[in-house]
């Protein structure tokens, strides 16, 4: 009956030194935790200031190039600024017969240098 007696005492030792164990543990998986949802927290800050500085540069960007326009319209230096470089099949189709009257009115006037001189 001792043997038993002693054994039962060892086990209710194991048994609050396990509950000690368990009870660190879930504080530090609680610590854990705070730190994961502050990193996520960090994370989409982060990831929200890259939008926005995106945003700013295409920003930058878009100003840029109506300033350029702006000018380029003050200046007179363009004619077919909206046509240029267009992805638009009928905006293309329109720039490309612009080009084919200028190139029948340099041919045009091509041949009469040569028939004059």
Partial sequence: MDCRVSAGHHMDVYAS???DILEDEEHYADQLKEYLFYAEALRAVCRKHELMQYDLEMA???LASKKQQC??????DCENIFFEGSDY???????SR???SQNKDA???NK?????T
């Fill in 71 to 76: 000018e380029e319209l003050a200046t007179g």
């Fill in 98 to 100: 612009a080009e084919r």
């Fill in 112 to 116: 009469g240098r040569r028939t004059t």
């Fill in 17 to 19: 030194s396990i509950d």
């Fill in 89 to 95: 099949p009928a905006l293309r189709s329109r720039n």
């Fill in 60 to 62: 930058a960007q878009d």
């Fill in 107 to 109: 041919r045009r006037t």
